[in-house]
């Protein structure tokens, strides 16, 4: 009997992890999928361009070894790669790339410091006068990668800086910027990238410094006289990590300044991380040769978290915290606050915090009372509208589909489901549901309505889709 793409594929990762560490084989094999098996080539889909390119870059010897041993002498590999995730078909757009096979590393030239470490140089972190250049590379120890949790919003982003974090200056991440809106973990990851190296390469001369500070420090050079000192200081670095580079809009003699740090580091085969809330192509204010630098690496974004990773990060913070919370109280946490990582945290907090000086149990009309003021539209109403949205989001369905007249299996479902919750959770009746869902009649909707109990009655899985949404439904 002939093996299916994800048997070989399978046998292939056995001997792929009896190869390679822990955390690399979880961070550039298990996101990977079994495509298709034609006679000797197995494709595998990776999901962007950058993994392929590492992968090609570092594991090309041991993907070739293994695939040859499952496919015989003349067994290939093919990539299908994930270039664009938000094609308006639904489907990611992809291309295919064949393996070189060649097992060829790139070469990173490194070119040493002209700045002896050992001379005397103004550390602009530590008090002003001592004549040894130790740096305290200014981390939180608290940041990470063991406590960041992964999901879609950040894949991207944590396999390039667990990459980075690794090879540090040899990798084609250089600048990484990382950029997301508020809250969402750009300080978390930079830092973790940083802790990662210090942990693994400790001779390594890391630092982190938000951009603010950076100016200050600037400022405070050419006021004291000691601009050589601070230009050297950060010359003399093998990782800097800058956060929040768009403070840098409109400060054009600290970004001349930056410019040539960039620069000697750059090509000094050093680390650059950098951090912002728009993607380069958005900065205002910025000098355009400092812009494109920024664009020499790679920029990834944090998108706001899923449902899913917000349990995952809440679960994961009460496990470090040594607490329990109900099932429920984490859902409706999770499912209210959908902003970003630190509000989440932060209503976690209050929740115990109420709970401990009121001495109450934690329950979920504890977790209601003491967040209405902390979440925004925790009270949402319950409308046609609503309901509508959450069950096309829960099956994945456009909305404007629900009121057409299309017979389309997975849309009619969607349709009947809102209509069925409509009447259960809203006061309007059968013909204002029937208007609402494309000017349908009210007997569509008695139809509608009891199609869906009959199948909560049969059906098991629909039973588990109608029940998922109205548990939605209570936590509005």
């Known amino acids: 009997m002939e093996k299916t793409c994800t048997e070989?594929?399978?046998?292939?990762?056995?001997?792929?992890?009896?190869?390679?560490?822990?955390?690399?084989?979880?961070?550039?094999?298990?996101?990977?999928?079994?495509?298709?098996?034609?006679?000797?080539v197995l494709t595998i889909q990776v999901p962007s361009l950058f993994f392929y390119e590492w992968l090609e870059e570092h594991y090309v010897g041991l993907l070739r070894k293994t695939v040859k041993k499952q496919l015989g002498e003349e067994g290939r590999l093919e990539y299908n790669i994930v270039v664009d995730k938000s094609s308006k078909s639904g489907s990611p757009y992809t291309t295919n790339m064949p393996?070189?096979?060649?097992?060829?590393?790139?070469?990173?030239?490194?070119?040493?410091?002209?700045?002896?470490?050992?001379?005397d140089i103004r550390n602009p972190f530590i008090i002003p006068g001592l004549k040894k250049l130790t740096v305290d590379p200014q981390l939180n120890a608290n940041?990470?990668?063991?406590?960041?949790?992964?999901?879609?919003?950040?894949?991207?982003?944590?396999?390039?800086?667990y990459a980075v974090a690794a090879k540090p200056g040899g990798t084609s991440f250089n600048p990484l910027m990382i950029y997301g809106g508020v809250g969402l973990g750009k300080t978390h990851l930079a830092q973790a990238i940083g802790n990662e190296i210090k942990r693994n390469l400790p001779d390594k001369l890391v630092i982190y410094v938000s951009c603010e500070k950076f100016c200050q420090q600037f400022v405070d050079s050419l006021k004291n006289n000691t601009i050589n000192d601070f230009v050297n200081?950060?010359?003399?670095?093998?990782?800097?990590?800058?956060?929040?580079?768009?403070?840098?809009?409109?400060?054009?003699?600290?970004?001349?300044?930056?410019?040539?740090?960039?620069?000697?580091?750059?090509?000094?085969?050093?680390?650059?991380?950098?951090?912002?809330?728009?993607?380069?192509k958005d900065l205002a204010g910025l000098e355009e040769r400092l812009l494109s630098r920024f664009k020499w690496g790679l920029s990834a974004d944090l998108q706001i978290p899923d449902l899913e990773t917000r349990i995952a990060i809440l679960r994961k913070k009460m496990y470090a915290d040594g607490i329990e919370l109900p099932n429920e109280v984490v859902e409706y946490v999770a499912h209210n606050i959908d902003n970003n990582v630190r509000e989440l945290e932060g209503a976690m907090v209050s929740l115990l915090?109420?709970?401990?000086?009121?001495?109450?149990?934690?329950?979920?009309?504890?977790?209601?009372?003491?967040?209405?003021?902390?979440?925004?539209?925790?009270?949402?109403?319950?409308?046609?509208?609503?309901?509508?949205?959450?069950?096309?989001?829960?099956?994945?369905?456009?909305?404007?589909?629900?009121?057409?007249?299309?017979?389309?299996?997975?849309i009619v479902q969607a349709r009947q489901i809102s209509m069925y919750l409509s009447k259960s959770h809203t006061k309007s009746s059968l013909k204002t549901i029937g208007a609402f869902f494309g000017g349908r009649d009210h007997s569509t909707v008695i139809y509608a309505c009891q199609t869906v109990e009959d199948l909560i009655d049969t059906d098991k899985n629909f039973k588990g889709y109608v029940h998922d949404i109205q548990k939605k439904l209570k936590m509005t």
């Open 8 to 40: 070989v594929w399978k046998s292939c990762l056995q001997i792929i992890k009896d190869n390679i560490p822990g955390q690399s084989f979880k961070t550039w094999f298990e996101p990977i999928s079994a495509l298709k098996l034609e006679g000797n």
């Open 99 to 119: 393996s070189n096979g060649n097992g060829a590393e790139a070469k990173f030239q490194s070119m040493p410091i002209p700045v002896s470490i050992n001379k």
């Open 143 to 161: 940041y990470t990668f063991d406590n960041y949790i992964e999901g879609d919003c950040n894949r991207l982003a944590r396999s390039a800086g």
């Open 233 to 280: 200081f950060y010359q003399a670095m093998d990782v800097i990590i800058m956060d929040d580079v768009h403070n840098f809009a409109g400060k054009e003699k600290t970004q001349d300044i930056f410019f040539h740090i960039f620069n000697h580091l750059h090509q000094s085969g050093k680390q650059v991380i950098l951090s912002s809330d728009k993607a380069p």
């Open 353 to 410: 915090a109420q709970s401990t000086l009121n001495k109450k149990d934690i329950d979920l009309n504890l977790a209601k009372q003491m967040l209405k003021n902390f979440i925004k539209n925790t009270s949402k109403e319950i409308s046609m509208e609503y309901i509508q949205k959450l069950v096309c989001e829960y099956f994945e369905v456009p909305i404007d589909m629900v009121k057409s007249p299309t017979r389309k299996r997975e």
